[in-house]
């Protein structure tokens, strides 16, 4: 199978190609993209023999349009972060070939065009550790007999804060996740909620359900990643320890399972294993991100917009750790954001978002 990598260097896309790189006879990376000319994608290149190196600074988006349209590349893995690889994903969905995709703003931002572009079932395979973990539970299963599905998530480093403690955060220890390694606007996320609201709305578009069927439940330690219940009152879990390579393989490689041995992991079955409901006073993103979830519209773009600006000024120490939520959410509430009509106009709602949220800003 011959594949191209969007993202190649992030944290996702290093798990991606540790899975490629332990299993060569199986895979073989034709071409590869990241934001920057770094010396871990020119050392990723000589290691798996890419000559096809595409920086995101110098071929801008051209090079990942190159990558999707690549007659030799059968299936694309898109990791990166951002609205920059919608186009280059709609491409690859068109012309047929196998996606697995870890980029929430793409279906966030511009589900309503990329999921009409899919024409066979596991075409498109969510690679994120959650919603990876529902496509595999929803496999064989009837969605009309789906009751609900939830997310898990940690948690985060704060937890257990109060409102008060909350004020104190600090960059620096925001930035320290409990379980996973990740870069920075997601690590923050992650210790806000948003993260998990973001993955909400992306959970609905990628599975077709609606709003009151996605939720989200808090699980300490990660080792349930997501849940089913069907109408009969039963419930299907996947549970793994913590480890990207998991989602990866079974993405790169499904329905067939591999795994490198060196590094696999059994689970360990004596442990408890507890769910909490998110803390919506305390951590009230992801209530603002199910807002988003309700009126649909340009709300979700706005949203992604609006929160990339505010984790910025957070980390710049110019706003506390609870107004991230806060300057979201005026922003979102400060007018009407109009149904998009054109994946254009959904992409500009990103930027719209921005804007506002530098004008609304605490100065």
């Known amino acids: 199978m011959n594949v191209g990598i969007i993202g190649a260097t992030g944290s996702v896309g290093s798990a991606v190609m540790s899975v490629c790189a332990s299993w060569p006879g199986k895979i073989r ?13 020119r050392t990723l290149a000589a290691k798996f023999s890419v000559s096809k190196v595409y920086p995101y600074e110098k071929y801008g988006d051209e090079g990942l349009e190159l990558i999707a349209s690549d007659p030799e590349i059968e299936h694309v893995v898109f990791t990166s972060s951002g609205t920059a690889a919608i186009k280059a994903l709609c491409s690859a969905l068109k012309l047929g070939k196998t996606v697995s995709l870890a980029n929430k703003e793409s279906i966030v931002v ?18 994120d550790s959650e919603h990876n973990a529902i496509w595999q539970c929803l496999h064989g299963e009837d969605k009309s007999f789906v009751r609900k599905i939830y997310l898990t998530a940690s948690g985060g480093p704060f937890r257990n804060f109060t409102q008060e403690e909350l004020l104190t955060v600090t960059p620096e220890m925001a930035l320290r ?25 992306e959970a609905m578009y990628l599975f077709g359900l ?37 989602p990866a393989a079974s993405c790169l490689f499904w329905p067939e399972r591999h795994f490198p041995a060196e ?22 993103a992801m209530r603002t991100a ?19 600006v505010a984790v910025s000024l957070f980390l710049e120490g110019r706003i ?35 804007r506002e949220a530098l004008r609304l800003a605490p100065r």
Request: charged share 25%; aromatic share 6%.
């Open 290 to 308: 199910r807002e988003c979830m309700r009126l649909k519209g340009g709300y979700p773009a706005v949203l992604v917009g609006a929160d990339e």
């Open 320 to 354: 506390s750790f609870p107004q991230i939520a806060g300057l979201v959410e005026t922003v979102l509430e400060s007018r009407s954001w109009s149904d998009p009509a054109s994946l254009d106009e959904a992409v500009s709602l990103v930027d719209d978002g921005r």
């Open 177 to 201: 996740h409990p379980v996973w390694d990740m870069g920075a606007k997601i690590t923050i996320d992650s210790a806000t909620l948003m993260n998990k609201g973001i993955e909400l709305i």
């Open 29 to 41: 990376v034709v071409a590869l993209a990241a934001n920057h000319d770094s010396e871990k994608l």
């Open 110 to 127: 511009a589900g309503k065009w990329v999921m009409p572009l899919v024409s066979r079932p596991d075409q498109l395979r969510p690679l």
């Open 263 to 284: 590094t696999f992991r059994r689970p360990e079955f004596l442990r408890e294993v507890r769910f909490e409901a998110p803390d919506a006073e305390r951590f009230p």
């Open 210 to 246: 609606d709003e009151p069927q996605v939720d989200a439940v808090i699980s300490p330690g990660s080792f349930v990643h997501g849940l089913v219940e069907f109408e009969d009152g039963s419930v299907k879990i996947l549970a793994a320890e913590p480890d990207m390579m998991l």
